[in-house]
Nanobody
C-alpha cells in the first residue's frame, strides 16, 4: 500500500504563485510515474501534469503548460507542483497520484494510488 499526502494549497489571487507538495510513504514503487490531477466543482477529475521516477520526462495539460512545473525528489520520496500565474479557472482540489508503471499517463484510471487532495482557490 502507498500513502500520498498533499500539502500547500490555499486561497490566492489571480497572478499569484503556489507550490504544492506530495509526500509518499509505504510500499512506494522504485520506478513508477507520478502525477497531479485536479477536480473543480461539478466537473470530472482532469490531468494536470505527470513525471517519470527519474524526473527526466514530464508531460503537461495544455491549459497549464508554461505556467506549472512538476518536479520530483526520489531521495525524499516527494513530488511538487510549482504553479505560477494562477488564474481563477485553476481553482480546484488538486490530487497527487502514483502508479506502478514507469510510463507516463494522463488517465485517471491508470493510477493506483491517490492522496486526499488539497484545495487551491484563485480569486479574481
Amino acid at each position: 500500500q502507498v500513502q500520498l499526502v498533499e500539502s500547500g494549497g490555499g486561497l490566492v489571487q489571480a497572478g499569484d504563485s503556489v507550490r504544492l507538495s506530495c509526500a509518499a510513504s509505504g510500499r512506494t514503487s522504485s520506478s513508477g510515474a507520478m502525477g497531479w490531477f485536479r477536480q473543480a466543482p461539478g466537473k470530472e477529475r482532469e490531468f494536470v501534469a505527470t513525471i517519470t521516477w527519474s524526473g527526466a520526462t514530464t508531460k503537461y495539460a495544455d491549459s497549464v503548460k508554461g505556467r506549472f512545473t512538476i518536479s520530483r525528489d526520489t531521495a525524499k520520496n516527494t513530488m511538487s507542483l510549482q504553479m505560477n500565474s494562477l488564474k481563477p479557472e485553476d481553482t480546484a482540489v488538486y490530487y497527487c497520484a502514483s502508479r506502478a508503471s514507469r510510463l507516463l499517463s494522463v488517465k485517471v484510471v491508470e493510477y493506483e494510488y491517490w492522496g486526499q487532495g488539497t484545495q487551491v482557490t484563485v480569486s479574481s
